[in-house]
């Protein structure tokens, strides 16, 4: 907590930002919550995490008055006590809430988007136009952004769109309103670049004196911006520690055991040569890829690295045809696959996992069932009929499998969290049976018990004889399951890492182009 923050705390009379004693919550008489007990002091940036379905969401819609918790708890915000199940005693104690839905309005200006509801500098009813700007300007700087106010909404970038919404929740800091900013996975969808950013702004909003519950699946931001975590499983409090008391092993260890360690170990366990490649790509040419070659034979598990910009995003799509290339070869087991046709990619037996399950991965609106059978609905027609009971029971199957929670296959898609999200559509795949399995940031926005078990599934599909390329900006995940790693630097590939030299520092540094010659040549590999 900065001096400054101390003194206003101090000045106010006030002990914590926010106290919970006690808080537990049951629905139909199975507890999503048990007696957490948690305390954020004014100006301190307190990380809360978990795996899903640990009780996270269930605190957040508390403390914003949605839930009414069971008998015995207490929330205190600033020292007052909070009315359960009322958004509007939330509120006016100071709680101010940042989801990943924004519920910004594109077509409106950054200055429309702050005010909505009241707020504009007016006189005699009429808005003064020039001082609602000053007003917002100086707003937005309290975060760190410095935009015009009259710009539209949707021309910004995911973290100053970010940044408005946390100026909006804002408003009333100056007056000493706002006790408490709740942070809700708030840089689960942006760029790398754009985190550092967003980042800053939080640590603007906690230098006012204002507590911050921040929510998140990323560790290493933690470790850069929390003071103390709260580690949350099945609803109970497994610890709070102070940040500078644990590293990321530790703090895994906590969530779910020594997940990465363990996916380690079985990666080594699955790694045999099987003769022949199965993947071969050959001068692989297309908007921000430059003539990539490469061959990954069965039971591979291959990485792709690289900073935004790289090609590192844009290559696994190009394989699969998703994106088109505009020059090479792609080959499965030794036929072509032809530009831009990712029918005939599946047809020979490729698979191909995209970073956006919400977008490009899945379709929201058809049910579990519905989007993980779309892969091939061949086993279940007989014409005219959809056998619907057999296709129910294979994706029941696929659902105990993969630990898919709650197992009700007819659910629409969008109802399930993003980890369980992410496994139906890896079981959408693994039922092909793929001979190549392309991965794109694979576990990206899931918690670490999911990811745990997406990793044990590609290293299921590598031990049955995938050749799987996984595409990650997350260096740790790479280097738990990677027999190799391609570091991918101006739409070429600059580095072929293998064994002892795939580190978290060795794959940063090539992604960085530390240490690079001035003129770097392609690296082919085999």
Same mark, same amino acid.
């Given at each position: ?24 919550? *049951? ?37 914003? $008055? ?35 839905? @924004? ?17 504009? !500098?007016?006189?005699? +009813? ?20 410095? /935009?015009?106010?009259? =710009? ?56 006012? $004196?204002? $507590? /911050? ?26 610890? *709070? ?42 001068? @692989? ?5 430059? +003539? ?24 696994? +799509?190009?394989?699969?045809?998703? =994106?088109?290339?505009?020059? $090479? ?53 007989? /014409? ?45 795949? @693994? ?79 090539? !992604?960085? +182009? ?8 392609? /690296?082919?590999?085999?």
């Amino acid at each position: 907590m900065t001096t400054g923050a101390s003194e206003r705390s101090a000045a106010a009379g006030l002990r914590f930002a926010l106290e919970v004693r006690s808080l537990t919550k *049951t629905f139909a008489g199975i507890p999503a919550l048990s007696a957490l007990d948690l305390t954020i002091e004014p100006g301190e940036i307190h990380a809360l995490v978990g795996e899903n379905g640990s009780g996270k969401s269930t605190v957040i819609k508390i403390l914003a $008055g949605y839930h009414r918790p069971d008998p015995g708890g207490e929330v205190r915000v600033g020292g007052e006590r909070l009315v359960w199940g009322s958004a509007e005693s939330s509120s006016a104690l100071g709680c101010r809430f940042v989801h990943q839905d @924004l519920g910004l309005v594109d077509g409106l200006s950054i200055l429309d988007n702050l005010f909505i509801g009241g707020g504009f !500098s007016c006189r005699f +009813g009429t808005v003064l136009d020039r001082a609602s700007r000053a007003a917002a300007r100086a707003m937005l700087s309290q975060v760190g952004v410095d /935009v015009d106010p009259r =710009q539209l909404v949707g021309t910004l970038s995911p973290a100053q769109r970010t940044a408005v919404a946390v100026a909006r929740a804002m408003k009333d800091t100056a007056s000493g309103a706002v006790k408490l900013m709740v942070f809700d996975e708030p840089t689960a969808t942006l760029p790398d670049n754009e985190v550092n950013q967003l980042l800053q702004t939080i640590r603007a909003v906690a230098a006012r $004196g204002v $507590g /911050v519950l921040y929510v998140t699946h990323r560790l290493d931001e933690i470790f850069v911006l929390a003071k103390n975590v709260t580690v949350l499983r099945d609803g109970r409090k497994v610890a *709070t520690v102070p940040v500078a008391s644990v590293d990321r092993k530790k703090l895994v260890n906590l969530l779910v055991g020594s997940e990465l360690d363990d996916a380690h170990a079985e990666s080594v366990a699955v790694h045999t040569e099987r003769g022949g490649p199965v993947l071969e790509v050959e001068a @692989l040419t297309a908007p921000r890829i430059d +003539g990539v070659s490469f061959t990954a034979r069965a039971g591979d598990i291959i990485g792709v690295a690289g900073i935004t910009g790289s090609g590192r995003e844009t290559i696994l +799509g190009t394989i699969f045809g998703a =994106q088109p290339r505009t020059g $090479g070869r792609v080959a499965v087991n030794g036929v072509a696959i032809r530009p831009s046709r990712p029918s005939h990619a599946m047809r020979s037996l490729m698979a191909y996992l995209p970073p956006d399950r919400k977008i490009s991965g899945g379709v929201m609106t058809l049910s579990a069932r519905e989007n993980c059978s779309l892969s091939n609905l061949a086993p279940f027609w007989r /014409v005219p009929w959809l056998r619907r009971r057999m296709e129910r029971s294979e994706v029941a199957s696929w659902f105990a499998r993969l630990d898919v929670r709650p197992p009700r296959v007819e659910a629409d898609l969008a109802t399930f969290s993003g980890g369980n999200q992410q496994k139906i559509l890896f079981a959408k795949w @693994l039922r092909l049976g793929p001979s190549v399995f392309l991965l794109d940031e694979p576990t990206q926005g899931v918690d670490v018990g999911a990811k745990a078990q997406l990793h044990h599934q590609l290293l299921g599909a590598a031990a049955h004889g995938a050749a799987v390329i996984v595409s990650s900006s997350d260096a740790d995940e790479l280097v738990a399951i990677c027999h190799r790693v391609l570091v991918l630097r101006g739409g070429r590939i600059v580095a072929d890492l293998s064994k002892g030299e795939i580190t978290v520092a060795r794959i940063s540094g090539e !992604s960085l +182009g530390a240490g690079a010659p001035a003129s770097e040549q392609e /690296v082919r590999v085999g």
